[in-house]
């Protein structure tokens, strides 16, 4: 046959039945009983900067260094780019001379 879950003799007694007495444990249970989430939670707070080294995860000072370094790299392309800009000036005048030099003779 099944075994009996409840102990009491009087089925219908609820007083001192074993449900009674475990809706009655004082504190939250949620709170005691290890979940997935409160586990990974733990891990994660725990091993947090391993992770993002072995991921190799960007960090918010990552991104500012990385804006940083956008910013002087455009500045840097700028600057080239004006420095080409003069010297073709510069070219275009020495042909021009050359040219005319050319001619003279």
């Known amino acids: ?29 949620e709170s005691r009983v290890p979940t997935f989430d409160r586990s990974l939670d ?8 391993a992770i993002i080294e072995e991921w190799d995860l960007v960090t918010e000072s990552d991104l500012d260094r990385l804006a940083t370094r956008l910013t002087r790299v455009t500045d840097e ?22 040219t005319s030099m050319e001619k003279s003779l």
Do not use: C
């Open 1 to 29: 046959m099944y075994p009996v879950i409840n102990q009491n003799p009087d089925q219908h007694a609820t007083g001192d039945s074993f449900w009674d007495r475990f809706s009655h444990i004082p504190g939250a249970i």
């Open 77 to 98: 392309i700028s600057s080239l780019y004006a420095g080409k800009m003069a010297i073709e000036t510069r070219a275009q005048k020495l042909d021009d001379l050359i």
């Open 42 to 49: 733990n891990y994660f707070d725990q091993h947090f900067a």
